[in-house]
């Protein structure tokens, strides 16, 4: 079982989205993809009047970005992968974290700051994994916005990372999960600013030496955090690479940085 | 199985809209929910300097209203509607016609109007009743947003009547169905000026002398002709009624307007 993230560098670029799309369409067995949207969704908040809100570099979900967000990544940019992948022969069903109750969440509590409608989730075993596997079963490819709910009534806005790493962790005890993170750059870099020192594999104990050394860009710590954890439960593999390397899931010869915990 | 549509003046009242779900969600047996939501495309429609483009008196759906729809529909409503759901103990999954590519449709063809992006759907053949079997057979009830697709990766804008009509005729060799139409008055009046003229029962017989005589409203005789043609393709009742009536389903005694054929 594959899962892949795309971020929104992806979804901006209707040629890279379309060129993706066919290559994921392609790839073999049970798969599911996980999308993001913030820029899609920052350029109609700016046509809607509505401004971000950032505090301390973080985005608040106020009532009306909620709206903005549920609007722009559960209708327009999951709608319209899905009819692309259907186009692709790839039987797609869009979904949010709301649908068949498959990711409930909690709204993220207030410390120093209110993130608004900002949805965390408890972890793997609150996922429907149940709902999750009749539908993969029926031979269907779930397409996820990053979107949750409250279970009281309320959508929230929920990291799409997050949210393949956690459907990831809940799927490994049925599937072998492969867990791929499509992001704007190769792949881990040793030097930042040189696009061709990717470094093509980090397992746990070097990753503490590369995050110790202050190698890994800051914001890819998160990201890699993530990883690890996710490996730490039951995944197989992480890989991260740009959405053009993902063909080379099917020859073996991955093009990016794996990840595994030896 | 009862399949019920609701329309936008439900959806534009939150009060009257969560009454109405808390009700549906008692309903017992599977049951599916369409929606439409044309009041608040239009009103966000104005906020993005999108234009409402009709002609000769029917909107026309190109490219930015397509954009607008899959996100009001697809997503704002959708959504909210399901998280709602949720939230009442009633297991929704929200869909589109591109999901599971359960509603195929295409483009309507350019005669004298170019209606744009309008999908028509060809009819309960075309619908893909297995994945929508397997969604209703897991206990899921499922929400759909007047939207389905070309299969050429095109979303397309479709009738949430006809979407009601085409699913309760596909669903019909399996299922007992009953189709509800939850509209902005009590039920079929006799007199348009006057609520309290509804008509209680109309069968086929009847119906045609009610059109003869100019008594059906000429907006009601598009959905009285879907119910009539939906019920001689196998579906078991339509009930024409106002939301607040829905909970009449369970008592047995009727209110607003039951059609039959006989």
């Known amino acids: 079982m594959i899962i892949v993230k795309i971020g929104g560098n992806i979804l901006d670029s209707p040629e890279r989205l379309q060129a993706f799309l066919a290559d994921f369409a392609q ?7 996980v999308h ?20 301390e570099g973080r985005r608040i979900t106020d009532a009306e970005t909620l709206e903005l967000v549920t609007m722009v990544y559960g209708g327009l940019v999951n709608k319209q992968v899905v009819a692309r992948l259907q186009a692709l022969y790839c039987n797609a069903i869009g979904l949010t974290g709301a649908d068949a109750n498959i990711i409930p969440a909690h709204k993220r509590p207030v410390r120093t700051i209110d993130y608004g409608f900002a949805g965390d989730v408890a972890g793997p075993d609150s996922i429907n994994v149940a709902a999750l596997e009749t539908i993969i079963e029926a031979g269907l490819t779930p397409v996820f916005a990053p979107l949750t709910h409250d279970t009281q009534g309320s959508m929230l806005n929920t990291n799409a990372d997050t949210i393949a790493s956690v459907l990831a962790t809940a799927l490994a005890p049925k599937y072998k999960v492969q867990l791929v993170y499509c992001f704007e750059k190769k792949g881990v870099l040793q030097d930042s600013e040189n696009d061709a020192s990717v470094i093509p594999h980090i397992n746990a104990s070097k990753y503490k030496t590369l995050k110790a050394e202050g190698v890994v860009h800051a914001g890819m710590v998160p990201k890699l955090d993530n990883a690890f954890a996710a490996m730490q439960q039951g995944v ?12 080379s899931i099917n020859t073996g010869h991955y093009s990016g940085t794996t990840l595994s915990m030896n």
């Open 36 to 55: 993001g949207g913030g820029k899609i969704a920052s350029a109609f908040g700016q046509r809607l009047g509505i401004e971000p809100k950032m505090v």
């Open 27 to 33: 790839l073999p067995g049970p798969k599911l993809l």
């Open 236 to 247: 197989a593999q992480v890989l991260i690479c740009e959405a053009e390397a993902l063909t």
